[in-house]
């Protein structure tokens, strides 16, 4: 079996590139797929734990249609106020949060300090900054003092982290409103507000990925049907090519259970070094995507256990192609 | 001395394309310990077709075939395994090595497919490959080898098995003078430490070598002139599918149907004659059986005319009508 593998070393060299790059997209795509369900949770957390948001009834959701309010309206609860807005940083847009950040560990740094002064910026390291680095809200100039990671939301809009006096100059002309406050009990609130959980706002922010995780998931599956004919054509075209040797074989004693065996394994050890080879190929292609790719460790026993199965299917119909074969063709 | 093989009226027939053709027809052969037999014959006289029963791999209509004493038409699973790897040996027309091994792993290949372990099975490809002089090329892929030198390697293989028989598919077939007589050689060689080697070949050179010749396709001598014509009336055959070709008719009046008729017991008029022309041309110029029945359509007046005549009275310039068969 692996003297034909080398025989044919070539051909088959250039097939498992094929299939690993097929498998390699459908790797990305899980990854995709991954980061936009996985992305609104991470992000709900570096802004404010699990703590539950008390919004004004006319907010959807922080990061989806939020809703400021005069700061007095919610002077009755307690909580830590905190005020979320679209913003942008030198045109590219970014989901400004304001808050204060003494009692609480939100959001984890990679690097740097939390804001702490008017100007002090904490941006996700996806927006390509460093510490020190000067940013402009409008004709606001602010600075880089920290950075974090996994708070992006809407499929890669960078968080930034600003102090809520900060935030207010830059979104709402110095007035002091506010999105909420951040409690970490349950309790019953006034008619014109209500309680979302970090859950509620996670799922609130996802909806608007809706469709394009639609669209991937596709994708994914379109991916899913090319991997499957490809890796069941190849098998099966082998079995074919092979089908002479089949028939010298069996006239010489071979029998069908030993050939279609070995034609099985084949084409699993071929499928096999695709997927892992995929695997590989990916950790290097991720990186290069602007958005996050979190290829989730579930990929890697889907992809192969799907590869296998689709191996096996298409080996199945190449040993029904051997045991067809009759050892009579051998004298041509 | 008792026949090592022993065919006894051998029917194979067969359906291809609708229609059934018969290979063999009754056919029998003897052959003793030691004794290097050639089939010979033209394409599609049967050679293959006996081989591929000697080595148990098509079934037979009717007739038997023992090798050894093995009742080789009545053999199935393992009993038929074990008598493919220990009493014959196969040589295929055009090598037919697996280009991915080796000659060593070529040879060794029945015996690895046996279950006999990796050392033993090389070691006995190495003494098979010294024994056709072909050591130095143990470790070449077959398309590293001359054509002469892949059949060597592919009658190697035929022996791995220490085999009572040994068939070889036109040993010779597509090899220069010198391979082919190396080739030769061998089996005189192989046949003389009392192996029965049974060759199939339609180059009539390799006669004088062998100790038994036996013709597939025996010459059918040119039927006498006839000066009787032939009258058939509506329905009346004049000769029928797969009989023996004799003469080729021209019709003087009258018009016939040529009818093919197939295995499920269907038959189709094929084309129709009508005075003057000729029928059943092609089977005694060819020297095959009928390949369709000519029924009389309406009463007809048919010549017989043997090859000769047919030559002279036929004008081949005119475009003559004339059938297939």
Redesign the interface.
């Known amino acids: 079996m692996l003297?034909?593998l080398?025989?044919?070393r070539w051909r088959v060299g250039l097939t498992i590139l094929l299939m690993a790059i097929v498998m390699t997209l459908l790797f990305i795509m899980s990854g995709l797929v991954n980061q936009f369900n996985a992305e609104p949770g991470l992000a709900t957390q570096r802004a404010a734990g699990d703590q539950n948001w008390i919004v004004s009834q006319g907010t959807g959701g922080p990061f989806t249609s939020p809703r400021p309010v005069e700061a007095s309206i919610l002077d009755g609860i307690t909580g830590e106020p905190i005020l979320v807005t679209p913003g942008s940083i030198g045109g590219v847009r970014v989901s400004l949060v304001g808050r204060s950040y003494d009692n609480l560990d939100e959001p984890l740094l990679v690097a740097g300090d939390h804001p702490r002064a008017r100007g002090d910026v904490v941006i996700d390291e996806t927006g390509g900054y460093a510490i020190g680095d000067t940013v402009m809200f409008g004709q606001i100039q602010g600075r880089v003092v920290g950075l974090t990671d996994d708070a992006t939301v809407l499929a890669g809009v960078p968080v930034t982290f600003v102090t809520l006096e900060f935030h207010q100059e830059i979104a709402v002309g110095g007035q002091n409103l506010v999105l909420g406050k951040l409690t970490g009990e349950t309790r019953s609130v006034p008619p014109e507000l209500k309680v979302m959980t970090a859950d509620d706002v996670a799922a609130d922010t996802l909806l608007p990925l809706d469709g394009a995780i639609s669209s991937v998931t596709l994708v994914r599956v379109l991916l899913w049907l090319i991997t499957v004919i490809i890796i069941a054509a190849i098998i099966y075209i082998t079995a074919l090519e092979r089908t002479?040797?089949f028939a010298?074989?069996k006239?010489?004693?071979?029998?069908t259970r030993?050939l279609g065996l070995s034609l099985l394994i084949q084409g699993l050890v071929m499928t096999l070094i695709a997927v892992v080879f995929a695997g590989v190929l990916q950790t290097f292609i991720a990186p290069t995507f602007p958005l996050k790719v979190r290829v989730p460790s579930s990929a890697w026993f889907t992809i192969a256990g799907g590869a296998a199965v689709a191996a096996i299917a298409a080996g199945l119909a190449g040993v029904s192609r051997v045991k067809s074969t009759?050892?009579?063709e051998?004298?041509? | 001395m008792i026949d090592l093989v022993a065919i006894d009226d051998l029917v194979v027939e067969y359906t291809t394309d609708r229609y059934t053709v018969r290979p063999l027809d009754g056919f029998t052969m003897h052959a003793p310990p030691g004794q290097l037999v050639a089939l010979l014959g033209p394409s599609g006289s049967g050679k293959?077709t006996l081989?591929?029963i000697l080595?148990a791999?098509?079934p037979a209509t009717s007739g038997s075939v023992h090798v050894n004493g093995i009742d080789v038409l009545g053999l199935k699973g393992t009993a038929l395994?074990d008598y493919?790897?220990k009493t014959i040996g196969?040589v295929?027309?055009?090598f037919?090595l697996?280009?991915?091994?080796t000659a060593r792993?070529n040879v060794a290949?029945?015996l690895l497919?046996?279950g006999v372990k990796n050392k033993i099975a090389l070691a006995r490809a190495d003494e098979l490959l010294d024994e056709v002089d072909l050591a130095d090329r143990a470790g070449h892929?077959p398309v590293q080898l001359s054509g002469g030198q892949q059949q060597r390697v592919a009658v190697a293989?035929g022996l791995v098995?220490d085999p009572l028989v040994l068939l070889a598919?036109e040993p010779t077939a597509n090899l220069d003078h010198i391979s082919a007589e190396s080739v030769v050689e061998l089996l005189r060689r192989l046949r003389e430490r009392g192996r029965t080697i049974i060759i199939s070949t339609h180059d009539d050179r390799l006669l004088p070598v062998v100790d038994q010749v036996v013709t597939m396709h025996p010459d059918h001598p040119s039927p006498p002139a006839m000066l009787d014509e032939v009258h058939l009336v509506p329905g009346e055959v004049l000769f029928r599918q797969s009989g023996q070709s004799d003469y080729i008719y021209q019709i003087l009046s009258g018009t016939v149907d040529i009818v093919r008729e197939y295995a499920d017991g269907t038959s189709a008029v094929i084309a129709t004659r009508t005075a003057p022309a000729f029928v059943g041309e092609l089977g005694p110029m060819l020297d095959f059986p009928r390949s369709a029945t000519v029924v009389a359509q309406r009463t007809v007046h048919l010549k017989p005319l043997t090859i000769d005549q047919y030559m002279a009275t036929a004008d081949p310039g005119a475009g003559a009508r004339t059938s297939q068969d």
């Open positions: 003297r034909d080398q025989y044919r002479r040797d010298v074989l006239a010489v004693g071979g029998n030993d009759s050892p009579a051998a004298f041509g | 293959t081989l591929s080595s791999m098509i395994e493919r790897r196969i295929f027309q055009g037919n697996i280009p991915s091994l792993e290949a029945p497919l046996a892929k293989r098995g598919d």
